[in-house]
């Protein structure tokens, strides 16, 4: 995940830069074209158009030639000095290149001024740029914020080995929450140290291949829906799906049976966002309606707060439209002799607890637009396995039913556009939530939020 979220960042830099090259070229020519800076003798210059042919191979060579000179390779330990270096470097090249297509193509620099200025300026701007970033980046490391927790899973010399091998920057992106001694076929240590860490990566290091004590323990990853990164300085060999990182130069094989990192994941989390604030926005007329007809309908708040389990496990108050009445969670035992469902989740028809205002907004699905906010703060998606309670979460019986928990929850599912309440075997439950994670794709939660309209807007198996 790391080495594919380098990948991903070196491509918004190149992006980013690219921008950052054309606007001050653009500027340079406005200061020298307005006479407000001066590098020559000459009274005027050209207009900017005769300048396009310029700009067209700054912006996309320019970050190119300073990538060739490793400008975006390990920022977080490069000093100021080594960065001036190569973009000095890649300025030398970028010259060439453009006094190549100026001769070859007999392309006219209309001014030389211009050239000088954008030499002196873009280095600049590009420093300011990259040492602010590196800032802003290392001092959110340092708050703790964003460190991924991992486990260290295998041989203890080995275990030692990898994790004395951490550079700098890299301890401070990710903490190992715990270190679990693997030597046995027991894969009991593993999957507690996964189920109490709330962990999404194990990383396995042994010092010689055990092919029965590894090929457990990527199972035991596996059944729990979290990543298996191996150590693989010692081997070489042909695993099914296998991916291939770099973790502190180490080369790693990663099993993964959730979608990797990429741009349509980037995008499916800033849709999620944005779309849900606009939501909050459009429907907060709609919002104070339903609290305040909560609020005269039935005596308690009109938001109702429970603990559910996120991606990897790990709890966060989920928020709804309250549509039961206020001791709905101490009369739970009373019922479970009429629960409907099989497994762990408890569903109740015609459940007595449900106020008839609640029970209008449950079969529209009204009771559940505040998970727009939990969408806002990245606890949910639009479009997810959905969140059960954490108490519900503890009683799994299967390890692969965890494997769910995988991917960030979501306000819709297959199990929403399928059946919903309809659905009473919690296995055909688990197995539409891992049949959306094996599948995954923006097209496909376009397709899930299309049908979600009409189930919502009929009620269609809602009860």
Known sequence: MLARKQEINLQLNEVVDAAILGVTFWLCHWLRFN???????????????????????????????????????????????????????AGIWLLVVVAACSFFLKLEIPSRSVILLFALVAPATLIAKERLLIAIHKRTLKSGGVRERILLVGEPAKMAEVEDSFTESLRLEVIVVARVPLTTEDMTPLVAAVHEHSVGRVLLAFSRIELNVVQKAIEACELEGVEAWLCADFIRTSIARPTYELLASRPMLVFRTTPDISWALLVKGALDRTLAALGLLLLSPLLLVIAAAIKLTSPGPAIFTQKRAGRHGRPFTMYKFRSMNTNAEMQRAELIAFNVMSGPVFKVESDPRVTPFGRFIRKTSLDELPQLLNVVRGDMSLVGPRPLPVYEVEQFESASHRRRLSMRPGLTCLWQVRGRNSVTDFADWVRMDLEYIDNWSLALDLWILLRTVPVVLFGLGAK
């Open 35 to 89: 006479g407000i800076l001066k590098l020559d003798s000459s009274p005027e210059i050209p207009e900017f158009k005769y300048f396009v042919w310029v700009l067209a191979v700054i912006v996309p060579i320019g970050p190119f030639l300073m990538e060739l000179q490793g400008y975006y390779h390990y920022p977080l330990e490069k000093t100021v000095l080594r960065s001036v270096t190569q973009i000095a470097r």
